[in-house]
C-alpha cells in the first residue's frame, strides 16, 4: 500500500484563504492516486496520501526563512515568472 505525504507552505492561493482549500486537497489527493495508479498499477483504494500544512516559518530554504529566500529570488536578474 502507498503512502504519500504532501507537505506545502500554509498560505492561500485565493485572496481571503491562508490555508490550501478542501477542494484543492481533494484534487491534489486524487491526482497522487492517479500517478500512482499510471506508474505503478497501485489502484486508488490503496493509497494512502497525508496532506500536511507547514506555517511559513518553520521552514527555511536556501539557508533563511523561505519567505526571505523567495524576496531574494524574486530580485534575481534572470528569473523565469
Known amino acids: 500500500m502507498p503512502i504519500v ?3 506545502v507552505t500554509k498560505e492561500g492561493t485565493e ?5 490550501v482549500t ?3 486537497k481533494a484534487a491534489i489527493y486524487k491526482g497522487m492516486s492517479q500517478v500512482l495508479f499510471d506508474v505503478l498499477k497501485k489502484p486508488p483504494e490503496w493509497t494512502w496520501v497525508i496532506f500536511q500544512e507547514v506555517e511559513m ?3 527555511g530554504w536556501g539557508g533563511m526563512p523561505v519567505a526571505e529566500y523567495r524576496k531574494k529570488l524574486a ?3 534572470g528569473r523565469v515568472s
Open 57 to 59: 516559518e518553520d521552514w
Open 75 to 77: 530580485g534575481s536578474p
Open 15 to 19: 485572496a481571503g484563504v491562508d490555508h
Open 5 to 7: 505525504t504532501v507537505q
Open 22 to 24: 478542501p477542494e484543492q
